[in-house]
């Protein structure tokens, strides 16, 4: 029987142990960023163990409504997953209720899907990861893209007050039903720019393969919130090329277009399949506003 205490299983050699890993890797990194952002309080998450790494995950606290928007967007994740519909996950953080396109913070998930099963894809300026089936690779690399994640968070400056959550889901138009919604999620508006609220910066987290799926994870942030620190995760080089890649494409859909925008607006490249057609896009029910005054 598996320790209460870990994370991941202790096998990943077919396609339903890989999609458990996927989902326990994508909503463990969401707790990360939530706790480590100061976003809701300790009630709301339980202690896990990855490693050396204690971890805090989040749960369903009665007493704290905003856990349980965030749970939801999660569930809503893991049922697109399980169908092989959702390409990218995007949490967003924003200030002005008005203007939802102007972000201070963006966190990307994107999801591949191979014909043996599923990839979560972190790619690091320093690391790359091609696990493969080999679960213990896999483990490692799970267990280095989390510890990534906590380098990156202890070296950011405080959130804004008044910042405002949400969520967008991309899907794979291909195979998603245009109908579809998960649970939790509406149908959204699928805007091609945002204002970036300052000067931004991105950092890429790192690589996970399983052979199955795949999952890449960027983070988008002001440049002023960096803090420097040896252990801080390498930049990408130079903030005009970061303001201007945006929301990250498949690499053979790169060439679909080439538009230069000005330093503050981060470009959401669209896919050689949205060239075709409208991209589908999700988004919650309901946004959520923390209570951090």
Not at 17 to 43: D, H, Q
Not at 65 to 90: N, T
Not at 224 to 250: K, V, W
Not at 270 to 275: A, G, T
Request: charged letters at 25%; hydrophobic letters at 30%; aromatic letters at 10%.
């Amino acid at each position: 029987m598996q320790n209460q205490s870990t994370i991941f299983p202790t096998q990943i050699t077919n396609e339903h142990e890989s999609l458990v890993m996927v989902k326990k890797l994508f909503a463990t990194s969401i707790s990360c960023i939530t706790y480590l952002r100061g976003l809701f309080p300790e009630s709301s998450y339980r202690d896990r163990h990855l490693e050396d790494l204690s971890l805090k995950i989040l749960r369903e606290d009665k007493k704290c409504p905003g856990s349980l928007h965030i749970i939801k967007w999660i569930q809503g994740c893991f049922d697109a997953l399980e169908k092989r519909y959702l390409h990218m996950a995007v949490l967003t953080l924003y200030t002005n209720p008005k203007e939802p396109e102007k972000v201070t913070e963006i966190y990307q998930f994107k999801f591949k899907y191979t014909k043996k099963g599923t990839t979560m894809d972190f790619d690091s300026s320093s690391t790359s990861f091609e696990s493969g089936t080999n679960s213990e690779d896999i483990k490692k690399a799970c267990s280095l893209l989390i510890r990534q994640l906590y380098i990156l968070m202890q070296n950011l400056g405080p959130l804004p007050n008044d910042v405002i959550l949400t969520m967008k889901l991309h899907y794979y138009n291909s195979v998603t039903p245009y109908d579809y919604q998960p649970p939790g999620f509406k149908e959204g508006v699928n805007s091609h720019f945002l204002l970036f609220d300052g000067e931004p910066v991105s950092l890429r987290m790192g690589s996970v393969s399983s052979g199955f799926h795949s999952m890449k994870v960027k983070v988008t942030t002001e440049a002023t919130r960096m803090l420097s620190g040896e252990n801080s995760p390498a930049q990408e080089t130079g903030t005009t090329e970061i303001a201007h890649q945006g929301l990250d494409c498949d690499e053979e859909e790169e060439d679909c277009s080439s538009h230069t925008q000005r330093m503050n607006f981060v470009h959401i490249e669209p896919s050689f399949e949205s060239c075709r057609k409208k991209k589908k896009v999700s988004e919650p029910l309901k946004v959520f506003i923390p209570n951090r005054k």
